[in-house]
């Protein structure tokens, strides 16, 4: 964990907060806000790094990975297209591994908020039936959403959750953490 640069953390913290708002709002992240913050990243880090190509290569680097893991889910119809680009701008400014740590606290939030839809809409069986046909169609090398449709994010039978609010609990909540912890 290393706290990333002021700046970043000012324009990082605005992305995601607005991108929230955004996506509970409208269901839709926009394209010009998670371009900006791809560019941003980009430009502050080869900027801000004493070796420029350095700072280029950290951006990147948090980009591919972002892009890489959540493109998985969004071939699998588990994840929205403004949330892969929503993610790539976060690794694009804070790097592979704090982008790493940024998806965990975004999946901690996505289970906790996703158990209290479950309990809250009382589906709970249901759910636990979903998880069963996620795992045996993706070990049977299938994607889940061709033997459901609830399970494809698009459907309107499926329960769904703003993840760009969740993204942003994650990144706020990782920026907090390493404001108390990350060394200096």
Known sequence: M?????GIRI?????????AFWDIRTRRIPNWLT????????????????RPLVGLWFSLKGFGLALGVYMVL???????????????????MVGAADWFGIMVLTSVAGAVAGLALVFFKGRLR????????????????????????????????G???????????????????????APR
């Open 159 to 181: 329960m769904r959750l703003p993840h760009g609010a969740l993204i942003a609990l994650g990144t706020l909540g990782f920026l907090a953490a390493a404001l108390r912890w």
């Open 74 to 92: 969004y071939v699998l119809h588990a994840m929205g297209a403004g949330d892969v680009k929503l993610m790539a701008a976060v690794g694009a």
């Open 35 to 50: 371009l900006a913050g791809v560019i941003l990243g980009v430009a502050l880090n080869t900027f801000l790094f004493d």
């Open 2 to 6: 290393t706290l990333p640069p002021l």
């Open 126 to 157: 249901r759910t636990l039936g979903n998880v069963g046909l996620i795992v045996t169609s993706l070990v049977r090398g299938r994607a889940p959403y061709k033997q459901s449709p609830e399970l494809d994010v698009s459907s309107d039978q």
């Open 11 to 19: 324009i990082l913290s605005a992305l995601v907060i607005v991108a």
